[in-house]
């Protein structure tokens, strides 16, 4: 029953300290003019992915992130804990959805 993903929306310095101990990847943002979405989900592959769409529509946050897969690579691992985190100017939306896939390079 665990969830197989969580999403945060980082919209203050507070919340940024409690995700990001001792991290300054984001240490300029201003939170004013600017929010943080970390996304964390389970992989079992070590390929990175990369943003293909974020747009809002009717209030939804709408990510698309593809991964790069070559066929026959080997890049699959244990299972572990990625993370994908979108910086973005502070947009009013009330929901947020993912939708991670693949690109077969040949």
Request: hydrophobic share 40%.
């Amino acid at each position: 029953t665990i969830p197989r993903n969580y999403t945060f929306i980082v919209s203050d310095a507070e919340m940024y300290d409690e995700i990001f101990i001792e991290n300054e990847l984001y240490e300029d943002i201003d939170f004013d003019k600017e929010i943080l979405v970390v996304y964390s989900y389970k992989s079992t592959y070590i390929s990175d992915y990369f943003l293909t769409k974020v747009v809002v529509q009717s209030g939804v946050l709408k990510v698309v992130a593809k991964r790069y897969h070559k066929r026959g690579t080997l890049d699959a691992c244990q299972p572990y804990q990625r993370w994908i985190v979108i910086r973005l100017d502070k947009v009013d939306f009330s929901s947020f959805d993912y939708k991670l896939g693949e690109i077969d390079v040949w």
